[in-house]
């Protein structure tokens, strides 16, 4: 019966201190960490060790269930695993726990709004890029590859693979550069 916590942010310039002394607070003997985007389960390696390591009588603690998930879908598959390995689920800053029926159904309404905040963030963020694009303002982001040195390497002789090994790129943006 051992509480396990998990910190997670999105960005590596934001702080888990916040997260952690909570999670201390909640008496978590175990607090895996991690700076990555909660968009899904892919990358994030603490939260899969946690997975992989609780076990029947545990409760896995976080602050905030998007701290834990950002889809209904994620946050599904999460719970169903926690609740066939019969494993708890706490959020320190809201009324979540799952060993009881008022902490499952707050958890699934949460979930919902999780995923309809990041799907409205999307949304902001396409038409934010498209009026800019309609100013002319918004361009998409500089070209890494120098074109016209790939063609200069081609000129001399060079074959795709020797280009693309000189300048540290892959052979497809060799040939793209090529086509351009």
């Known amino acids: 019966m051992t509480k396990y916590g998990y ?51 545990d409760t896995l603690v976080v602050t905030r269930i998007d701290r834990l ?20 689920l706490q959020a320190t800053e809201q009324p979540i726990d799952t060993q009881t029926a008022a902490g499952k159904a707050f958890l699934d ?20 890029i498209a009026k800019a694009k309609a100013k002319g303002v918004y361009k998409g982001r500089k070209p890494s590859i120098d074109a016209d040195r790939v063609k200069a390497l081609k000129a001399e002789g060079l074959g795709g693979s020797e280009i693309a090994k000189r300048l540290g790129i892959g052979r497809a943006s060799v040939y793209r550069a090529l086509d351009k």
């Open 69 to 88: 998930a950002r889809s209904i879908g994620d946050l599904q598959d999460i719970v169903r695993e926690l609740r066939e390995r019969g494993v708890g």
């Open 7 to 57: 910190a997670r942010v999105s960005t590596t310039d934001q702080d888990l201190t916040i997260q952690v002394d909570a999670l201390r607070a909640a008496e978590c003997e175990v607090i895996r960490q991690e700076k990555v985007s909660g968009a899904s389960r892919v990358g994030r390696d603490e939260l899969r060790t946690l997975m992989d390591f609780l076990r029947e009588g």
């Open 109 to 128: 309404m949460l979930g919902v709004f999780a995923e309809f905040e990041t799907n409205l963030r999307r949304e902001r963020q396409a038409e934010g």
